[in-house]
């Protein structure tokens, strides 16, 4: 009784310095001693553990009771319907369900909506389309500051360029220069201005034949250039010479697409800047030859222009009745004049086969 | 209620510093926070409220001891940590139960925690056997001991409470007591 009592002071260290050496000294020569101060410690430590968890579980316990249990019981319990089970269960896989449904909906929706704008968008395009298929004819629009005396009393006339298809006088132009004109004439670069008349319209190619029957014409002669049968390449140097003023003025570029507006067969895209009054003049290559002629630009695209191909050109002379167009007509079968020249021997040669066309 | 049970969520962190400062606040707070979980989780699976509440203190106790032994690595939110604890235990239990096991209705992520929960149950074995000695000890001396051991009262305050004549009278009475309480203990 004594010894239990002394060796739990012991352990919690309530013994004086004095005692606690006597004791040590008791432990260390009884081993029966011993053997009871190691199995109280470990009972102290249990018992201590054990009033720890003890006053754990009364904190716990006071904290429970603070809980409304059957109240959060009947809202987690089981429910009866198992739809709602059903939701509790897999509420998170339900939830990534819907919001996956939600999602795909958005989507839809907005492949709709944007193929809907897409369509706009072509509607829109189209009618950038026409827009442009209201191209500019290049025609210039020539104001005459004082009306001379040896020419028609208007004020306003449209002018553009043409060349000549033979030696007797059968000039080819665009039609859109000379349509709904009540009089033609043609000036020649040395100034000369001589009648026309129309003898040949092509609306479908916008290609026109005029011919002069002004008396003072004489004969050129012959053509210097051929027309090129082959299509052109895109990339194959082309030149033009036109009046968009009252000079001649040289354009040089190159086929920059085997189509032109909006992929007309009929026509090359050429990049030659263009100016009002270069419609209906010709478009050469390096060697001469004939491979379209200038008709109109693009609305949006500087520095490009429409060529008609070179192959409707002969279609139109074809329609014309061949004798009057004389032996010495614009052929595709010669050898072109021009083949091997400079740039500058070339246009010298040309210009006077190139007119200006002045519609009234 | 269910409101304010969810409002005072408090922070990971907050719980394992709080419970190293002996809070009572935070386990308070941490306690309230997931007891609706496991409640929901026990009511599913073959179980009621008083299972749940044991299942859960259980689950708040291992994570308790855990955190003081001061190595607890939180690798998973604890909210995981306690579920996984306490789908383990109340697994267990269904099985001792013989009830059904086979399928269990899960509600969160669980992760292993089969070495917790067995170190506890080691634990469990020890307090349950204390409990069992103090039960057999009888009165006064269940309560003399546990006044004096857990309850920390001095001699003097027992003496008092137990009307003995003088502190000496009280001590000698604890001593038998303790005496015997060591026995049943120690019995194999």
Redesign the interface.
């Given at each position: 009784m004594e010894l239990d009592a002394i060796i739990e002071d012991y352990l919690l260290g309530k013994l004086n310095a004095q005692e606690m050496e006597a004791f040590e000294k008791l432990r260390l020569s009884d081993a029966t001693v011993d053997h009871k101060v190691v199995s109280h410690k470990f009972f102290l430590a249990s018992m201590d553990t054990f009033a720890e968890q003890l006053r754990l579980k009364e904190q716990l316990n006071h904290i429970h009771s603070e809980i409304d249990v059957e109240g959060l019981a009947a809202t987690l319990r089981p429910h009866p319907s198992r739809v709602v089970q059903l939701w509790r269960k897999h509420k998170s896989a339900i939830a990534v369900a819907a919001s996956f449904v939600v999602l795909s909906l958005v989507s839809i929706y907005s492949i709709q909506h944007s193929t809907q704008q897409a369509e706009r968008y072509r509607q829109l395009s189209n009618r950038v389309n026409n827009a442009i298929k209201t191209q500019n004819s290049l025609i210039r629009n020539i104001k005459h500051s004082s009306a001379t005396a040896d020419k028609p009393n208007s004020q306003n006339s449209f002018g553009g360029t043409g060349f000549a298809i033979s030696t007797n006088g059968y000039i080819l132009t665009n039609l859109h220069i000379i349509n709904g004109a009540d009089s033609l004439y043609v000036q020649n670069s040395k100034g000369e201005s001589f009648k026309v008349k129309s003898v040949y319209t092509d609306p479908q190619n916008d290609i026109a034949i005029l011919k002069i029957s002004d008396k003072h014409f004489s004969n050129l002669s012959s053509i210097p250039y051929t027309i090129k049968r082959n299509t052109s390449n895109i990339g194959e140097i082309v030149y033009t010479l036109g009046y968009p003023k009252d000079d001649a003025v040289l354009g040089e570029g190159y086929v920059s697409s085997k189509n032109g507006f909006v992929g007309d067969t009929t026509q090359y895209q050429v990049a030659i800047s263009v100016n009002p009054g270069n419609s209906g003049g010709p478009v050469l290559d390096n060697n001469g030859n004939l491979v379209g002629i200038i008709s109109g630009k693009p609305d949006q695209t500087e520095g490009a222009a429409f060529a008609i191909k070179s192959k409707y050109i002969l279609e139109a002379m074809r329609a014309i009745p061949q004798d009057s167009l004389g032996t010495n007509k614009l052929s595709a079968n010669k050898k072109s004049l021009l083949s091997g020249l400079k740039r500058t021997k070339q246009i010298e040669k040309i210009q006077d086969y190139v007119f200006m066309i002045k519609a009234y | 209620?269910?409101n304010s049970?969810k409002g005072s969520v408090p922070t990971d962190r907050e719980v394992i510093l709080g419970i190293l400062n002996n809070s009572?606040d935070i386990?308070?707070k941490l306690?309230?926070a997931y007891?609706?979980m496991v409640?929901?989780f026990i009511?599913?699976n073959n179980g009621d409220?008083d299972d749940?509440?044991d299942v859960y203190?259980e689950g708040?106790?291992i994570l308790?001891n855990k955190i003081k032994t001061g190595n607890f690595e939180l690798s998973s939110k604890l909210k995981t940590y306690i579920y996984s604890v306490c789908r383990r235990i109340w697994l267990k239990k269904l099985s001792l139960n013989s009830k059904k096991t086979g399928s269990i209705?899960d509600?969160e992520d669980v992760f292993a925690v089969e070495e917790d929960v067995e170190n506890h149950e080691e634990?469990d074995a020890?307090?349950m056997?204390?409990?069992s000695a103090l039960n057999h000890l009888g009165e006064p001396c269940k309560t003399i001991i546990q006044d004096f051991?857990?309850h920390n009262l001095s001699m003097q305050d027992i003496c008092e409470k137990f009307g003995y004549t003088n502190a000496d009278n009280a001590?000698?009475q604890k001593?038998?007591c303790?005496?015997r309480l060591?026995k049943i203990?120690?019995q194999p």
């Open positions: - | 209620m269910n049970l009572e386990l308070n306690y309230k007891y609706a409640l929901q009511l599913n409220e749940a509440k203190q708040i106790i308790y209705t509600y634990k020890s307090f056997k204390m409990q051991y857990i001590k000698t001593y038998k303790l005496q060591k203990f120690f």
